[in-house]
């Protein structure tokens, strides 16, 4: 089979990230014109630029995922310049550090002896948890709500979001995101059956662990070496590196694909190197 999107409409969300770009490259190169939609404008037309060069189409949109309006405004741009909405790929998300724990676990002395480089489960801040919900989870159900009423009776129409594996198992230090992304995996499957009459597959990818700007101080220190959170991520991944961007296109172009993939809805993919799979043991 020969992957042909010649003719889609494709919008990617978080569009100029380092997981994302070469995301929408793909799509392009696949013949899709493809709009980059983020809340920088002159990041999100960087990436459409490059695209153009290569000899594709695509648009940098500003968008705001957190904001219905807005991201109902960039939808008409792109309406108006690209076609209506094809594929959705829901790739804008991330983590903030008032979501998290210092420690993998509570230590009873750093609530005797207060420490405030020790931020506790206590300490964490009601509103940095709520943002990184927020921004994972209404930042996937936000442009669903908005681009699926411009896919409804288009022929091959896709979703694709963007979970992780702590969805399936909550990491240490992340409570707010592993909850975030456990959150979008279960929106997936409701929204695969609750759009499968409309003809809207609905799916996601769980990426394992990638090198992004967002964990990069977390699992490399500034001389390049590893942290001790990265040798103990891939001590348990079987394959013991992280993933590289262009390993997540395949089960992307899969899943967009009416062609390869028209009676898949409902599934979320592990492209992990095995460590969903490894018990530690």
């Known amino acids: 089979m020969t992957t042909d999107l010649q003719?889609?409409?494709?919008?990617?969300?978080?569009?100029?990230?380092?997981?994302?770009?070469?995301?929408?490259?793909?799509?392009?190169?696949?013949?899709?014109?493809?709009?980059?939609?983020?809340?920088?404008?002159?990041?999100?037309?960087?990436?459409a630029d490059g695209i153009v060069k290569d000899g594709g189409r695509a648009i940098g949109v500003a968008g705001d995922v957190l904001s219905r309006d807005s991201v109902t405004e960039a939808a008409a741009v792109i309406a108006a310049e690209?076609?209506?909405?094809?594929?959705?790929?829901n790739g804008a998300g991330g983590n903030d550090p008032r979501g998290t724990t210092s420690k993998e676990t509570l230590q009873p002395a750093d609530l005797l002896h207060?420490?405030?480089?020790v931020r506790t489960f206590f300490d964490m801040a009601t509103e940095g948890f709520d943002y990184v919900l927020r921004l994972n989870f209404m930042g996937?159900?936000?442009?669903?709500q908005v681009f699926a009423a411009q896919m409804i009776g288009r022929p091959g129409?896709?979703?694709?979001?963007?979970?992780?594996?702590?969805?399936?198992?909550?990491?240490?230090?992340?409570?707010?995101?592993?909850?975030?992304k456990a959150a979008v995996t279960n929106f997936t499957y409701?929204?695969?059956?609750?759009?499968?009459?409309?003809?809207?597959r609905v799916n996601a990818i769980a990426p394992g662990f990638f090198l992004t700007e967002q964990?990069?101080?977390?699992?490399?220190n500034p001389d390049g070496s590893?942290?001790?959170?990265?040798?103990?991520?891939?001590?348990?991944?079987?394959?013991?590196?992280?993933?590289?961007?262009?390993?997540?296109?395949?089960?992307?172009v899969w899943l967009v694909d009416q062609q390869a993939s028209g009676f898949v809805t409902g599934i979320v993919v592990p492209v992990d190197g095995g460590f969903m799979a490894y018990a530690g043991v």
């Not at 996937?140 to 669903?144: A, L, Q």
Request: with cysteine.
């Open 7 to 47: 003719g889609k409409v494709a919008v990617i969300t978080g569009g100029s990230g380092i997981l994302c770009t070469p995301m929408a490259r793909e799509l392009a190169r696949l013949g899709a014109k493809v709009a980059i939609l983020g809340r920088s404008r002159e990041k999100a037309q960087r990436v």
């Open 82 to 89: 690209l076609g209506p909405c094809d594929i959705l790929v």
């Open 226 to 252: 590893l942290t001790p959170r990265a040798d103990k991520i891939l001590a348990h991944t079987p394959m013991r590196r992280f993933g590289r961007p262009e390993e997540l296109l395949g089960t992307l």
């Open 190 to 200: 409701w929204l695969a059956v609750h759009m499968a009459d409309a003809g809207i």
């Open 114 to 117: 207060k420490d405030d480089s």
């Open 157 to 180: 129409a896709a979703i694709v979001n963007i979970s992780s594996m702590s969805a399936y198992s909550p990491l240490t230090k992340t409570p707010a995101y592993s909850a975030a």
């Open 140 to 144: 996937t159900f936000i442009p669903c």
């Open 215 to 220: 964990n990069r101080t977390l699992l490399t």
